[in-house]
């Protein structure tokens, strides 16, 4: 089955406890972007925001570390309530992502990468042995919502469900970025069964209406 794990980068930071309530019922997992302004341009949200969404909601946490040398922070944003963390391969040395991977184990968070549209479906090989549970294809460049589906990367998608389908059968495929009742087709289509929508589901006049559309 298909999840859906709406972005709060596209609510309204004002009142996120509302802007969760919104899409509790519907919604699989929540998306938690966490950005530091210096692997991405943008600066978000951090360990004190995802402890305080922990303590209002029961849904599944998952945090996407947009930030350099992500292994620094994986033990805190474990002991803040999130269920798991993705890094991007682009963050850190091969060496240092292995020792983020085994610090997610350690402190019993489910493990993941992220790569960036700029890098190949191979590079994520080295990791499967790790038994990774999420690898997410970012399908816009990472740090700004709202930005246009790149259709490039649905053959990136396809490569990388192939390589888990023989390497690592239980890893889910997240797909961020212009999902859309559109694109949402495209990705399921290419073996995506996570897919992350922002702007899709804040910005329509029913939230809960959109997820269940998204799903399919």
């Known amino acids: 089955m298909v999840k859906i794990a709406p972005s ?3 609510a309204d930071f004002c009142d996120l406890d509302r802007e969760i309530r919104r899409i509790a019922l519907a919604a699989d997992w929540l998306h938690v972007d966490v950005m530091d302004g210096m692997f991405v341009p943008n600066i978000t949200i951090g360990v004190p925001v995802v402890a305080s969404i922990r303590k209002h909601t029961d849904l599944f946490l998952d945090a996407h570390l947009m930030v350099e040398k992500p292994g620094r922070y994986v033990e805190a ?6 269920d798991l963390l993705s890094v991007h391969l682009e963050a850190d040395l091969p060496p240092a992502i292995h020792d983020a ?5 350690a402190n019993g968070v489910k493990k993941g990468i992220a790569l960036r549209p700029i890098t190949a479906a191979e590079a994520v ?11 997410l294809v970012m399908t816009v460049e990472p740090g700004f919502g709202g930005q246009k589906f ?3 990367q649905l053959g990136k998608i396809r490569a990388i469900r192939d390589y888990i389908d023989r390497y ?3 890893c889910d495929l997240e797909v961020d970025g212009g999902v859309n009742l559109e694109t949402a087709k ?8 996570v897919l992350v929508a922002g702007s899709a589901v804040y910005g329509a006049a029913d939230p809960a209406a959109m997820i269940d559309a998204l799903r399919g």
Do not use: H, W
């Open 8 to 10: 709060i980068l596209s």
């Open 77 to 82: 944003f474990a002991k803040a309530g999130a």
């Open 101 to 105: 991977l085994r610090a997610m184990e």
């Open 125 to 135: 090989i080295p990791y499967l042995e790790q038994g990774l549970d999420l690898i």
């Open 150 to 152: 790149m259709a490039d």
């Open 168 to 170: 690592c059968p239980g």
């Open 186 to 193: 495209l990705v399921t289509g290419a073996g995506a069964n």
